[in-house]
């Protein structure tokens, strides 16, 4: 029995008075809720107030983002060790607009995973397909090249660990949710391509997250789903009464 995860993920959106004052409502609107991880990724700049805000909560924190890099002349850039020292305990990597906007590739995905879970932090690991990629039929070959290149390298213990979030890039911000069946279908073959790829024991521990449209009107049904464990939310997220909803939708007794 997996732990649904639930992640919001603010992107460019709040200040870090915002990020504060959204801790304040949205952290006794699932003080009651202990059978979901529940993780709010805000812009770096709202991260340690943030961590500050959700202290003693069960709500965790976590980046949009982080450098594969230890330290060094990398203008810009935040390491998986600020993450760590900052309280932050998980990371967002590979998410759609990372590789579309910033060129991010299978293999710098995969070299940022390793580094976050070398330092302790929690990879959400971000796939997708276009919808050119869907319409051509080769949602499932984009997704094993994600996997498998994202991934490689791990051991069984660390990818059941770890938190995969299946994103079609044609569903993100775009209210045009994945239908069940749509995500059914492709959850079921992640599940399946890290069962070949790492074995039972990994794939079973794997929580495997969907993203694209979440509301609290859509996520119960698909909350529902076997193989879909969670939600990696944007728009719906920066609400803390909408997000809560969609927490609550994703409680194993709701679902
Ligand atoms: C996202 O950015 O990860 C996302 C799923 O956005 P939205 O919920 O707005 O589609």
């Given at each position: 029995m997996r732990t649904p995860f639930v992640a919001a993920?603010?992107?460019?959106?709040?200040?870090v008075q915002e990020a504060i004052d959204y801790a304040r409502n949205f952290v006794p609107l699932v003080?009651?809720?202990?059978?979901v991880d529940i993780v709010l990724a805000p812009p770096f700049l709202a991260l340690p107030a943030l961590v500050e805000a959700t202290e003693g909560s069960r709500v965790g924190v976590a980046a949009q983002n982080v450098s594969?890099?230890?330290?060094?002349?990398?203008?810009g850039e935040v390491s998986v060790g600020m993450l760590g020292a900052a309280g932050v305990t998980q990371v967002i990597i590979g998410h759609s607009e990372r590789r579309q906007l910033?060129?991010?590739t299978d293999a710098g995905v995969n070299a940022k995973t390793r580094a976050a879970i070398d330092a302790g932090l929690t990879p959400i690991v971000c796939v997708g397909e276009t919808l050119d990629e869907r319409e051509a039929d080769r949602t499932f070959d984009v997704l094993d090249r994600q996997v498998g290149e994202g991934l490689a390298g791990l051991t069984p213990e660390q990818v059941a660990a770890l938190v995969v979030a299946y994103e079609p890039v044609w569903a993100i911000g775009t209210g045009r949710v994945a239908t069940p069946d749509q995500a059914d279908t492709v959850h079921r073959h992640i599940r399946e391509q890290l069962t070949s790829q790492f074995g039972d024991a990994a794939a079973s521990g794997c929580r495997v997250i969907y993203g694209g449209s979440v509301k609290p009107a859509n996520a119960m049904e698909l909350m529902?789903?076997?193989?879909?464990?969670g939600a990696l939310v944007g728009?719906?997220?920066?609400d803390p009464a909408s997000f809560a909803a969609i927490v609550t939708a994703s409680r194993p007794s709701t679902t």
């Open positions: 993920n603010w992107k460019m959106h709040k200040t003080a009651s809720v202990s059978d594969a890099e230890p330290n060094g002349a990398f203008t910033y060129g991010e529902a789903l076997a193989d879909v464990d728009g719906a997220s920066l």
